[in-house]
T-cell receptor
Framework: EDQVTQSPEALRLQEGESSSLNCSYT??????LFWYRQDPGKGPEFLFT???AGEEKEKERLKATLTKKESFLHITAPKPEDSATYLC?????????????FGSGTKLNVKP | NAGVTQTPKFRVLKTGQSMTLLCAQD?????MYWYRQDPGMGLRLIHY???????AKGEVPDGYNVSRLKKQNFLLGLESAAPSQTSVYFC????????????FGPGTRLTVT
């Protein structure tokens, strides 16, 4: 069965302290792996799509990487404004637009 | 360009009452979705639509109905609300091409007492 597990559930960092969030997935055939950022009281905001193992994408202090079993969201020298919940989702090649598997997220808190 | 908007932002219902949540998008997206988000769980798909006049069931459709009379609007209805439907509801839209990157609205927080 397709599933997504994110760890840790919560992460506290000091400003400037780099770290990584993990998204482990099980899917018979990966169409795409998505990262979203969700601020409190708001909807998820799209960050990245990764398609195949070895692929990397960057945006400001965020860098997403993908292997055959997991994806990492690396945060370099985070700032307080990076505090949010980060969601991971996968889509199976067998299905189309109606099947996204979302993880429950990692809540990141960056203290000044 | 407002993206995806949802109304209302908050609502409290009593068990058995009905209501409609409205979603509107101005990106000319073909596909639209309704999700619910509960603590400790990932987003779960309730219903979706591939175009004007079409709707289909997602992962958790029971107790909900939807309509898409216009391309830009997607309505979610609760005919007889139950406490188990207390949740945050998100609407999303996407283009019809893979990988179907979704753009979300700000959400509606619904409490059923």
């Amino acid at each position: 069965e397709d599933q997504v597990t994110q760890s840790p559930e919560a992460l506290r960092l000091q400003e400037g302290e780099s770290s990584s969030l993990n998204c482990s997935y099980t899917v018979s055939g990966l169409r795409g792996l998505f990262w979203y950022r969700q601020d409190p009281g708001k909807g998820p905001e799209f960050l990245f799509t990764l398609y195949s193992a070895g692929e990397e994408k960057e945006k400001e202090r965020l860098k997403a990487t993908l292997t055959k079993k997991e994806s990492f969201l690396h945060i370099t020298a985070p700032k307080p404004e990076d505090s949010a919940t980060y969601l991971c989702a996968v889509q199976n090649l067998k299905y189309n637009f109606n099947k996204f598997y979302f993880g429950s997220g990692t809540k990141l808190n960056v203290k000044p | 360009n407002a993206g995806v908007t949802q109304t209302p932002k908050f609502r409290v219902l009593k068990t058995g009452q009905s209501m409609t949540l409205l979603c509107a998008q101005d990106m000319n997206h073909e596909y639209m979705y309704w999700y619910r988000q509960d603590p400790g769980m990932g987003l779960r798909l309730i219903h979706y639509s591939v175009g004007e006049g079409t709707t289909a069931k997602g992962e958790v459709p029971d107790g909900y109905n939807v309509s898409r009379l216009k391309k830009q609007n997607f309505l979610l209805g609760l005919e007889s609300a139950a406490p188990s439907q207390t949740s945050v509801y998100f609407c999303a839209s996407s283009y019809p091409d893979p990988p179907y990157e979704q753009y979300f609205g700000p959400g509606t927080r619904l409490t059923v007492t």
